[in-house]
């Protein structure tokens, strides 16, 4: 497809459960982003992923997330041990770094997670 | 610290009123900000950035760095502009984002 894919589009999990989210961005994009958005808040970052450079991590909230990208292709973001407080839409987002419109990122669906 | 500040959860118009949806940015050096936009069951997507001082969909943003802010305009709402908007501020390449402001534009 032509857009940014995410995978599962929904998952309900027990507490404790690991969970693992999958984002397909657009063929030749070399940036990709994750961004965390609970109920009624707005976009929290969470890791970016920029070619081969290593990622800025700073928006993890806790060693219990973390995230792979392999070249720049399929990245997955891994929630250990969830928590209840986890419980959000999960957007990835690929961007084409030196693009004609900088700063245009392209958004997947996201996938909603229910920790119970 | 960088922050974008969006201070209004909801903004409620009529169509053919003015917009006006508020965004002030905390941030050290030139910024580069940005207007995306969420309409009912379709995905985040830019709507313009300062840098190209665009109006897209009757939409304007200043850049006002004396205020700090980036407040988007539209001088005549119409009822396809109700949407989540949310405005962002770029970082070394990664994007922040305010809290989002919905927009409803009555008829």
């Known amino acids: 497809g032509a857009g940014v894919s995410q995978s599962p589009s929904n998952k309900v999990t027990e507490k404790g459960k690991d969970v693992e989210l999958r984002c397909d961005p657009i063929?030749?994009?070399?940036?990709l982003y994750w961004y965390r958005q609970r109920l009624g808040q707005g976009l929290e970052f969470l890791i970016y992923?920029?070619?081969?450079?290593?990622?800025?991590k700073s928006g993890l909230p806790s060693d219990r997330f973390s995230a792979e990208r392999t070249g720049e292709s399929v990245s997955t973001l891994t929630i250990q041990r969830t928590q209840q407080e986890d419980s959000a839409v999960y957007l990835c987002?690929?961007?084409?770094?030196?693009?004609?419109?900088?700063?245009?990122?392209?958004f997947g669906e996201g996938s909603r997670l229910t920790v119970l | 610290a960088q922050r974008v500040t969006q201070p209004e959860k909801l903004l409620s118009v009529f169509k053919g009123a003015p917009v006006e949806l508020k965004c002030n940015y905390s941030?050290?050096?030139?910024?580069?900000l940005f207007w995306y936009v969420q309409y009912s069951r379709q995905r985040l997507q830019l709507l313009l950035r300062?840098?190209s001082r665009e109006s897209i969909k009757g939409f304007t943003a200043d850049l006002n760095k004396g205020e700090t802010s980036f407040h988007l305009k539209k001088p005549f709402a119409q009822e396809e502009d109700s949407a989540m908007y949310y405005c962002?501020?770029?970082?070394?390449?990664?994007?922040?984002f305010g809290q989002g402001t919905t927009l409803q534009v009555k008829p």
């Open positions: 987002a690929s961007s084409l770094v030196g693009s004609a419109k900088p700063g245009e990122l392209f």
């Open positions: 992923f920029q070619g081969n450079s290593a990622p800025d």
């Open positions: 941030y050290s050096g030139s910024p580069e």
């Open positions: 300062h840098i």
């Open positions: 063929s030749g994009h070399t940036a």
């Open positions: 962002a501020l770029s970082n070394t390449g990664k994007l922040i």
